[in-house]
């Protein structure tokens, strides 16, 4: 399917152009980055607190969000968790994480707390009124609380006793409800649980939809570890890229797609701070999801101008690269055109949890389609001007020896 025919437009004549449009939003990207004193790190990244939380339905994220902003907590971050979606087993999980105050057991405590009482505040729940949350008690407390209330009239040989049924109402709470229970009439079917016990528990505990499945505390080292990580993830991929195009053609090409990648991610973390988005580890799976894409963009051109190279040997090399991206055109509207309508769709509709990564590939989309002619291209052409090879006889003569070469491999 192509979308135009005979195309005729001389990309390399406006590569001015497009490096103007590069160099105006570098600028203004990496000016906004410094002005706010680097990028927005997520939690992942700058060390803080992860709570997370699991809801008897759907999480209500909007719900959650709104209460942390009224609780001062703006900055935190949620982030959906469906587990064992195929068996139909939804846990209606979310992290939430907000920044660790504070350092050791205490931090851990208080953004315990903080999110607890968040949650609370928001949803009214039961617990407000001074009762314990059985969703979240432990067997120890849950057994001292029934050897005082003593439903069975053990007296002092209670212990031993209540322990055994403790330990059965959390594993039943746990195993068969995941993790939350609904109504106490749920567990009259567990031995011991007899209306005795379920009054006591009605009368010392409410049942919130919600309850704490765990807490972690990210430090500063970690964060920064997390980091650097990244960092390097990006630099090996590029590498192997490299090396990969230098080996399938020269490495001029393949110093021309590494730049070109490099110039996506850099205009990318420009728009992350102008628009005020967090670097995020999903954030860095959108840009490495990316840097392929727009390799690969690139990687078609390229070997479109390999082919033309040995069908045009007398034209100007420049006029062989403006025919070989022509040729793609089509193919570069297609691909990128649905692909940028979906990422769209994505940011648009997919929620706040998703936000951040759309962006990321609505943004690499467009800066990654457009670095294939208006970046890449162009150095390889500007390249061999200045090696004195303006014609496509001398820009193909290497490259005809790299496909012999690997045809007698």
Do not use: C
């Not at 505040?121 to 050897?147: E, H, R, V």
């Not at 209306?195 to 309850?211: E, H, I, M, Q, S």
């Not at 799976?285 to 963009?297: K, Q």
Request: aromatic share 10%; hydrophobic share 45%.
């Amino acid at each position: 399917m192509e979308f135009f025919r005979n195309v005729n437009v001389d990309w390399m004549g406006k590569a001015k152009y497009f490096v103007a449009l590069s160099l105006i939003l570098l600028a203004v990207g990496w000016i906004s980055i410094l002005r706010y004193g680097g990028l927005r790190y997520g939690i992942d990244f700058r060390g803080g607190t992860l709570v997370y939380v699991r809801f008897a339905g759907p999480a209500p994220v909007n719900q959650i969000r709104k209460g942390l902003q009224d609780a001062g907590l703006a900055n935190s971050s949620i982030q959906t968790i469906s587990d064992n979606v195929l068996n139909g087993n939804s846990q209606n999980d979310v992290v939430i994480g907000i920044e660790k105050k504070g350092e050791g057991d205490e931090a851990l405590d208080a953004s315990k707390q903080a999110i607890l009482d968040v949650l609370h505040k928001t949803f009214g729940t039961a617990n407000t009124a001074g009762k314990q949350d059985f969703n979240s008690i432990t067997p120890s407390s849950l057994a001292a609380y029934l050897t005082q209330k003593d439903p069975f009239s053990l007296g002092t040989n209670a212990n031993d006793r209540y322990n055994q049924l403790a330990q059965r109402l959390t594993n039943a709470r746990d195993k068969d409800h995941g993790g939350i229970v609904t109504n106490f009439d749920d567990l009259k079917n567990l031995d011991g649980a007899t209306p005795g016990v379920l009054a006591a528990l009605k009368d010392g505990f409410a049942l919130d939809n919600f309850t704490i499945r765990d807490v972690e505390v990210v430090g500063p080292k970690v964060g920064a570890q997390l980091r650097r990580q990244a960092i390097l993830a990006t630099l090996y991929a590029l590498a192997g890229m490299l090396l990969y195009i230098a080996f399938r053609f020269e490495w001029v090409y393949g110093a021309a797609a590494v730049i070109a990648v490099f110039h996506d991610v850099l205009i990318t973390l420009g728009f992350f701070s102008i628009f005020h988005f967090e670097i995020s580890l999903t954030v860095i799976a959108a840009l490495l999801t990316l840097v392929g894409y727009s390799m690969n963009d690139t990687i078609v051109i390229f070997d479109r101008v390999r082919e033309d190279l040995r069908l045009m040997r007398r034209e100007p090399f420049a006029q062989v690269v403006n025919k070989a991206i022509n040729q793609t055109l089509s193919r570069t509207i297609l691909t990128s055109g649905l692909t940028f309508l979906t990422v769209l769709v994505l940011f648009l509709m997919g929620g706040e949890v998703l936000r951040a990564f759309s962006f990321a590939m609505v943004v690499g989309v467009v800066v990654g389609t457009y670095s294939s002619f208006g970046i890449a291209a162009p150095i390889v052409v500007l390249w061999n001007k200045y090696r004195g090879q303006g014609t496509a006889a001398r820009a193909g003569s290497a490259a005809d020896k790299r496909v012999a070469a690997g045809a007698r491999r």
